[in-house]
């Protein structure tokens, strides 16, 4: 049985998913994973179903909340939602102010998660190997694509809430990053701040279904073709590396809907490219620095995790 501290860890974990999700390029998921409550945030989702709720129609409320997992739900989700009420300016501030060093910090979670992962691949059959290539090209390939152009209208709103929910709980694919790729993450974040709420009911319409939904998709993967799903996550994750390296270069600008001038295609390269480029420090010890310490929270991370599972 979780005691009051477990659910406080939970809850941070939550915070970590919330912060993540707010980024372009930083998966939710993929902190689910490297925390260790990936599989049973998935299955305890899939258990919302016709059952769960004719037994809250019947106010059977204690055996509604057991089969759910609610306080296991309620915990992570409330970290959550408390992290993107809050901590959505302060990562952008981050980003904007200190992009090099946070993007090497999420760099160096993601490097170190994937083989923590893999290292879960007990069995490289040629499905699993064929579905870790495949991960790693798809994901590389969303990182690559231009943002599109596209409609308004509540249909499609209620399409992106879909479409980001499932990247969001997939490792390595981010699902504010999909919501850019469709052109409509200004849109929703300005829609958030003016509480337009009939956009935002839309769009938490389109996530709530694409959630219990895919949820159960996952979940049964997980366990019919574990050690293939495991690649392919793994290999989403390695994949989007691309996305968090601190070092790019801008090829082409968008107007945002303050109509003001941001980057809209960028690539990947070398800190020596981009010192002649832009003419800006590279930072490499900071880069280096913030990599070693992601890698250490993580490495900290699992190792805090075990004792948990070990202790008596």
Request: glycine letters at 8%; one cysteine or more; charged letters at 15%.
């Amino acid at each position: 049985m979780r005691r009051f501290k477990d659910y406080l860890f939970l809850y941070i974990k939550g915070i970590g998913m919330g912060a993540a999700d707010v980024i372009p390029g930083v998966s939710g998921g993929t902190i689910a994973f490297i925390t260790g409550i990936y599989e049973e945030l998935i299955n305890s989702i899939r258990k919302v179903d016709v059952d769960a709720l004719k037994l809250l129609k019947q106010f059977k409320i204690g055996e509604f909340w057991l089969k759910i997992n609610g306080s296991f739900l309620i915990a992570v989700l409330s970290g959550i939602v408390t992290s993107l009420l809050s901590l959505a300016k302060l990562m952008n501030y981050l980003l904007v102010t200190f992009p090099i060093p946070v993007w090497s910090f999420f760099f160096g979670l993601i490097l170190i998660s994937a083989p923590l992962i893999l290292r879960e691949v007990k069995v490289w059959s040629v499905s699993a190997v064929i579905t870790g290539i495949a991960g790693i090209g798809f994901a590389y390939w969303i990182t690559i694509v231009s943002p599109a152009q596209t409609p308004s209208n509540l249909f499609f709103i209620f399409l992106c809430g879909a479409l980001a929910i499932c990247a969001m709980i997939l490792p390595g694919i981010s699902g504010a990053f999909i919501l850019l790729l469709l052109g409509k993450y200004e849109f929703m974040i300005k829609s958030l701040v003016e509480m337009n709420f009939a956009v935002v009911a839309v769009f938490v319409t389109g996530c709530a279904i694409g959630l219990l939904t895919f949820s159960r998709f996952l979940s049964w993967v997980l366990t019919r073709y574990r050690y293939p799903t495991l690649a392919l996550l793994s290999g989403f994750m390695l994949g989007s590396l691309n996305k968090v390296w601190p070092w790019k270069e801008v090829i082409s600008f968008r107007l945002n809907t303050a109509g003001e001038q941001v980057p809209a295609i960028d690539q990947s390269i070398w800190p020596g490219q981009y010192l002649e480029k832009t003419g800006n420090d590279p930072q490499v010890f900071h880069a280096i620095l913030f990599v070693a310490l992601g890698i250490l929270i993580v490495v900290f991370v699992e190792k805090l995790a075990l004792a948990f599972k070990t202790k008596p």
